[in-house]
T-cell receptor
Framework: AQKVTQAQTEISVVEKEDVTLDCVYE???????LFWYKQPPSGELVFLIR??????QNEISGRYSWNFQKSTSSFNFTITASQVVDSAVYFC???????????FGTGTRLQVFP | SQTIHQWPATLVQPVGSPLSLECTVE??????LYWYRQAAGRGLQLLFY??????ISSEVPQNLSASRPQDRQFILSSKKLLLSDSGFYLC???????????FGPGTRLLVL
């Protein structure tokens, strides 16, 4: 069975702090894809990143970085120098090769205070 | 570029009334289309997905149904709404299975 766990329900930080959002996944498939989405207060889910199971290289995009570690089944997301506009709910998601269903975690609400 | 539209943006309906939510995608052909529901403070639940016109797969048995009358149009319907149908409904599309899903702006439904 596939499962995504985001143990942090809510995180509050002050602007300019770094923050890491945790994501742990479970799957028996060796081929799978991991995603992060951002859901701002408007509600629309905004795609941030897609990573396949054969690519363990960490990725950096501006203030965003992702740490993929197959050994611990984790795909963590770090925001450097957080800003108020980063306030949102962030979802980690998984789709395995043998299924067509995107499995979401329960999300982490990030609040960045000025 | 591809865009996805949903309407209406918000809807307040009485219990027992019918429902029709529409989703359209522009800028791509033969997309996979998905309907999700997000209850307040909860994660996303896949309701239906479609790989082509007239092809609908249901993930959760309920009083909702979906149809795909055209290649880039996906409709979510109900004959009689329940209180438990309240939530945020999101439509998404992808090029094919296992590819990135891109979401629309969503419809907030409140059933009273």
């Amino acid at each position: 069975a596939q499962k995504v766990t985001q143990a942090q329900t809510e995180i509050s930080v002050v602007e300019k702090e770094d923050v890491t959002l945790d994501c742990v996944y479970e799957t028996r498939d060796t081929t799978y894809y991991l995603f992060w989405y951002k859901q701002p207060p408007s509600g629309e889910l905004v795609f941030l990143i897609r990573r396949n199971s054969f690519d363990e290289q960490n990725e950096i995009s501006g203030r965003y970085s992702w740490n993929f570690q197959k050994s611990t089944s984790s795909f963590n997301f770090t925001i450097t120098a957080s800003q108020v506009v980063d306030s949102a709910v962030y979802f980690c998601a998984l789709i395995s090769y043998n299924t067509d269903k995107l499995i979401f975690g329960t999300g982490t609400r990030l609040q960045v205070f000025p | 570029s591809q865009t996805i539209h949903q309407w209406p943006a918000t809807l307040v309906q009485p219990v027992g009334s019918p429902l029709s939510l529409e989703c359209t995608v522009e800028g791509t052909s033969n997309p996979n289309l998905y309907w999700y529901r997000q209850a307040a403070g909860r994660g996303l639940q896949l309701l239906f997905y479609s790989v082509g016109i007239g092809q609908i797969s249901s993930e959760v048995p309920q009083n909702l149904s979906a149809s795909r009358p055209q290649d880039r149009q996906f409709i979510l319907s109900s004959k009689k709404l329940l209180l438990s149908d309240s939530g945020f409904y999101l439509c998404a599309w992808s090029v094919r299975e296992k590819e990135t899903q891109y979401f629309g702006p969503g419809t907030r439904l409140l059933v009273l």
